[in-house]
């Protein structure tokens, strides 16, 4: 396997262990990246066929890398539509599609120990970890004119770093206001676990932001975490978007749904690819439209989301208010949190 590694996307770095600096290679295809909405541990099977191999060779084979295609990003908020997105290139023909790489989650939190005594990593080693994975998430198929990454919505903290290490690379930041994020959010099932799980890390990077101080993450209500979460991401793309203006452009997902052509001829043309009238109309009509990207065997509509945040906002009508008092609250404090509660519309 390491000796194809750098021939084809059929082998793939699934995962890589900063511990032992050891890289699961697994056998894929590209009917496998189409199907897969995450690239975590949900792909792994008892037939999958892999290897573990030293980020050493990796790295040696990646630089034998031919024909890399430029390797774009898609970055969130969370829960903003970007494996919809991500689904929609997958369409054109030309994208190879890569979402939610369980390295990219590793490079992140290697990335927050930076500078400190207990970083596994050195700045160098991370740098040449970075730039291992990027070429050989360079490689394509036939067809591919790009490779477009779908990171988890944590994983933006760590946008400014990649697009440093690559000046082809551009990306887009998909966001909602702070509102329907909050509605969204509420509106799930397992929110309150996704809220707490996610919370301490979202916790130590926004206070790392403000001077004002935060309330305890355990005294937060569940608005208030999720408007705790709408901040500590809205925050990291605020960064992206000061430091790449030119190579960034954010993208309110309510206003994508209301115009899916025109949208996706604009981010097709940020990432350099074709987008012929014809096919915009297409992507507009697309049948991935009226599934649920992250899980296509159900139904899910632009109309059904939105009686399913309706029906959010009457039951969760309270904790959305508290979320945005929070909000309030804060902006209040600090002139940062204020550009960004008023950049989103509030």
Partial sequence: MLARLSASPDVYPQKID???LMVLLVQFD???YRRASFLDDRILTPATVGAWAGVDPVSDA???????????????????????????????????????PLPL??????????????????DEEFGRITATLMRLWSRGYQATRSVVIKATSSAGRLATA?????????????????????????????SPTDLRGHGPERMRRLQ??????????????????????????????????KQFP?????????????????????ILGHFGLPAETRQLEAL???????????????????????????????RNGDQIRQGLAWLERLAASDDAVAEIVQGSGG
């Avoid at 954010?250 to 001829?265: C, K, P, Y």
């Fill in 30 to 32: 590209a009917d496998a």
């Fill in 162 to 190: 990649l697009l440093s290490a690559s000046e082809v690379s551009r990306a887009i930041y998909l966001n909602l206001r702070a509102e329907p994020y909050l509605a969204t959010l509420l509106g799930g099932q397992n």
């Fill in 18 to 20: 900063l511990n032992s």
């Fill in 284 to 314: 507009g009509r697309s049948p991935v439209l009226t599934r649920y990207s992250k899980a296509p065997e159900f139904a899910y509509t632009p109309d059904v989301r939105a009686e399913l945040l309706r029906d959010s906002r009457r």
């Fill in 105 to 122: 989650r590793t490079l992140a939190e290697a990335h927050d120990a930076a500078g400190r005594t207990d970083a596994l990593l050195s």
């Fill in 208 to 241: 790392s932001h403000t001077g004002s101080p935060l309330a305890p993450l355990h005294s937060l209500s569940l608005g208030e975490l999720a408007a705790m979460s709408w901040l500590a991401e809205s925050w990291s793309q605020r960064d992206a978007l």
């Fill in 62 to 100: 990646s630089r034998l890398v031919r024909d890399a295609r430029p390797v774009h990003f898609i970055f969130h908020t969370g829960h903003v539509g970007s494996t919809l997105v991500s689904r929609l290139l997958d369409e054109t023909g030309t994208v190879l599609s890569l979402r939610e």
């Fill in 246 to 266: 030119n190579r960034i452009f954010a993208l309110d997902f309510d206003r994508f749904l209301e115009s899916v052509g025109s949208s996706m001829g604009r």
